[in-house]
């Protein structure tokens, strides 16, 4: 749309100034108001003798660039003076809403295979349900195997979310599994949040096999703090796994089950032990349920419509071929000059 759309009636202005300049010049004259021919100015025969031989082509050509480039000058200066603007209505939450974070294991089990796909590539899929889900909620992201490591703090940025999601690969932090340590972390960042409400969804296969921190004893920690862990177990006992490359300069695969690296026993625990949910692959239905059971309390929203203006660049591009055209006129054409 236009701010002020009136200033568009100087593009039609710019195409008669622009196709009086080019049959004036091409004529040598100025049209007879009477007869409508084009009658010679004083002077001009020879000016249009000149024009005729062929060395004066490229002077022409030249002449009709800069006239095109003068005239589309006026027309991006015309659309600069209209205003134009791109509007954009936006839902604005009034309020923050939760801290939470999911905590998305990265160890070489989450490349099992389950029906074609792999147990991480699950565990996005369920972790962008939630993120969906959750309203005005804030999340954030752990990854972790042998280390665990805040990727992304909560943030109301849902694309910021899933394009951190969508990086994380399977044994990107070590060969092993450290959820105790995964869960510490996420704690000690939400114990000094100052969010309302706070909270924990972790996405594994299960079990935990390094680590000075018991996932148990971590969760207990969450207890004590108020925060429910909640627990998604992506995997079954019949995964098969196709291929694990190992890191460093040797490189092997590994292929047959691995059917004792699925053991949602520690993570149905974690979540008695803080009062949290406890899913065990769950369909999208599910983790919308979960997700509403989860989030914070309504908050308003109010629509509000963001405006994009452009004016600044069509001036700019306007105001330099603009200028280019009067210099090429002035010290290459020698037009208007005295």
């Given at each position: 749309m236009f701010e002020n759309p009136f200033f568009l009636l100087?593009?039609?202005?710019?195409l008669a100034v622009f196709w009086f300049s080019e049959i004036r010049r091409g004529r040598g004259g100025v049209p007879d108001s009477a007869s409508g021919v084009f009658v010679p100015e004083a002077g001009s025969q020879g000016r249009i003798n000149r024009t005729?031989?062929?060395?004066?082509?490229?002077?022409?050509?030249?002449?009709?660039?800069?006239?095109?480039?003068?005239?589309?000058?006026?027309?991006?200066?015309?659309?600069?003076?209209?205003?134009?603007?791109?509007?954009?209505?936006?839902?604005?939450?009034?309020?923050?809403?939760?801290?939470?974070?999911?905590?998305?294991?990265?160890?070489?089990?989450?490349?099992?295979?389950?029906?074609?796909?792999?147990?991480?590539?699950?565990?996005?899929?369920?972790?962008?349900?939630?993120?969906?889900?959750?309203g005005n909620d804030y999340p954030g992201l752990v990854f972790f195997g042998s280390d665990a490591a805040i990727v992304l703090l909560p943030t109301p940025d849902k694309e910021s979310f899933r394009e951190r999601l969508?990086?994380?690969?399977?044994?990107?932090?070590?060969?092993?599994t450290a959820l105790g340590k995964a869960l510490g972390t996420a704690l000690y960042y939400l114990r000094n949040s100052e969010s309302e409400g706070k909270r924990i969804i972790i996405l594994s296969d299960g079990g935990s096999n390094y680590g000075e921190?018991?996932?148990?004893?971590?969760?207990?920690?969450?207890?004590e703090l108020g925060i429910p862990v909640s627990c998604i177990a992506t995997g079954s006992a019949a995964g098969s796994l196709d291929v694990i490359v190992e890191p460093?300069?040797?490189?092997?695969?590994?292929?047959?089950k691995i059917s004792e690296s699925y053991n949602p026993?520690?993570?149905?625990?974690?979540?008695?032990?803080t009062g949290g949910y406890f899913l065990e692959?769950?369909?999208?239905?599910?983790?919308?349920?979960?997700?509403?059971?989860?989030?914070?309390?309504?908050?308003?929203?109010?629509?509000?419509?963001?405006?994009?203006?452009?004016?600044n660049w069509f001036l700019i591009t306007g105001a330099v071929m603009l200028l280019l055209s009067l210099v090429i006129k002035i010290y290459f054409l020698r037009e208007l000059l005295p």
């Amino acid at each position: 749309m236009f701010e002020n759309p009136f200033f568009l009636l100087l593009l039609p202005l710019s195409l008669a100034v622009f196709w009086f300049s080019e049959i004036r010049r091409g004529r040598g004259g100025v049209p007879d108001s009477a007869s409508g021919v084009f009658v010679p100015e004083a002077g001009s025969q020879g000016r249009i003798n000149r024009t005729l031989h062929s060395a004066e082509i490229p002077d022409r050509i030249m002449h009709k660039a800069v006239n095109l480039i003068f005239m589309v000058s006026i027309i991006l200066i015309a659309f600069s003076l209209s205003g134009p603007q791109a509007l954009r209505k936006i839902d604005r939450y009034l309020a923050k809403g939760d801290d939470y974070f999911i905590l998305l294991d990265i160890s070489p089990s989450m490349a099992v295979k389950e029906n074609g796909k792999t147990r991480l590539e699950i565990a996005k899929e369920a972790a962008l349900e939630i993120a969906e889900a959750s309203g005005n909620d804030y999340p954030g992201l752990v990854f972790f195997g042998s280390d665990a490591a805040i990727v992304l703090l909560p943030t109301p940025d849902k694309e910021s979310f899933r394009e951190r999601l969508e990086s994380a690969g399977v044994m990107e932090l070590g060969e092993a599994t450290a959820l105790g340590k995964a869960l510490g972390t996420a704690l000690y960042y939400l114990r000094n949040s100052e969010s309302e409400g706070k909270r924990i969804i972790i996405l594994s296969d299960g079990g935990s096999n390094y680590g000075e921190l018991p996932p148990l004893d971590a969760a207990l920690m969450a207890s004590e703090l108020g925060i429910p862990v909640s627990c998604i177990a992506t995997g079954s006992a019949a995964g098969s796994l196709d291929v694990i490359v190992e890191p460093g300069p040797v490189r092997s695969a590994v292929r047959g089950k691995i059917s004792e690296s699925y053991n949602p026993a520690v993570l149905e625990q974690i979540s008695e032990y803080t009062g949290g949910y406890f899913l065990e692959n769950p369909g999208r239905l599910d983790l919308g349920i979960l997700a509403a059971g989860l989030k914070g309390p309504e908050v308003k929203m109010e629509t509000i419509t963001e405006k994009t203006d452009f004016s600044n660049w069509f001036l700019i591009t306007g105001a330099v071929m603009l200028l280019l055209s009067l210099v090429i006129k002035i010290y290459f054409l020698r037009e208007l000059l005295p």
